[in-house]
């Protein structure tokens, strides 16, 4: 069965340290990954996603993530954290065949400290 | 960036009585969904609807559910007699094409039962 998990439920950080989210998949065939940000009172804003290739996949506002088939992790880093990047991260899978619905983790709330 | 909007943001209403969650994808997208997360939980999937039917279904939209999409324009989640565990935010999301795409989601409407 499809399944995400994010151990980390709250991580907190100083503005200017590194970041590293951490995601779990479980997926019975080749996965897209896909990470989401919620801001408050926000809809779910793509940051980046995964599908084949270059196991590194740059996203916007600075992120990046890296996909380890052997370890299932698709694990979302910034080497700096701005204030703004406060926020709830989803990191969610979908299936390259099959059905087109994206299974989503728990979340992993970031709150950034000056 | 283009936006999908839902409305109201925020609905309560009495358990057993019928609710109409109200999304506006975005104008060229072809592929349409609904999303809910119960507070402390994962976003879950409910449905997924192209070309005028539902293409897809989760375990979670069984018979009170129902989505329309009236006017081409607007997309809507009908339940048909709330119940308390329907409280949750809905999600309302689109895309352009199929697979893999680039869901793009609204801010939500928070449906509280009481």
């Known amino acids: 069965a499809q399944s995400v998990t994010q151990p980390d439920i709250h991580i907190t950080v100083s503005e200017g340290a590194s970041l590293e989210l951490r995601c779990n998949y479980s997926?019975?065939?080749?996965?897209?990954l896909f990470w989401y940000v919620q801001s408050p009172g926000q809809g779910l804003q793509l940051l980046l996603k995964?599908?084949?290739?270059?196991?590194l996949v740059q996203g916007i506002k600075g992120f990046e993530a890296e996909f380890k088939r052997s370890q299932s992790s698709f694990n979302l880093r910034k080497p700096s954290v701005h204030w703004s990047d406060a926020a709830e991260y989803f990191c969610?899978?979908?299936?390259?065949?099959?059905?087109?619905?994206?299974?989503f983790g728990t979340g992993t709330r970031l709150t950034v400290i000056p | 960036e283009p936006e999908v909007t839902q409305t109201p943001s925020h609905q309560v209403t009495q358990m057993g009585q019928e609710v109409i969650l109200r999304c506006v994808p975005i104008s060229n997208h072809l592929y349409f969904y609904w999303y809910r997360q119960i507070l402390g939980q994962k976003v879950e999937f409910l449905v997924s609807f192209y070309n005028n039917e539902i293409s897809e279904k989760s375990e979670i939209f069984d018979d009170q559910f129902s989505v329309e999409r009236p006017d081409g324009s607007n997309f809507t989640l009908k339940i048909r007699s709330t119940k308390l565990e329907d409280s949750a935010m809905y999600f309302c999301?689109?895309?352009?094409?199929?697979?893999?795409?680039?869901?793009?989601f609204g801010s939500g409407t928070q449906l509280s039962v009481l």
């Open positions: 999301a689109s895309s352009a094409r199929g697979k893999g795409e680039k869901l793009f």
């Open positions: 995964y599908f084949s290739g270059d196991t």
């Open positions: 997926y019975g065939a080749t996965p897209y």
């Open positions: 969610a899978v979908g299936g390259q065949t099959g059905a087109n619905n994206l299974f």
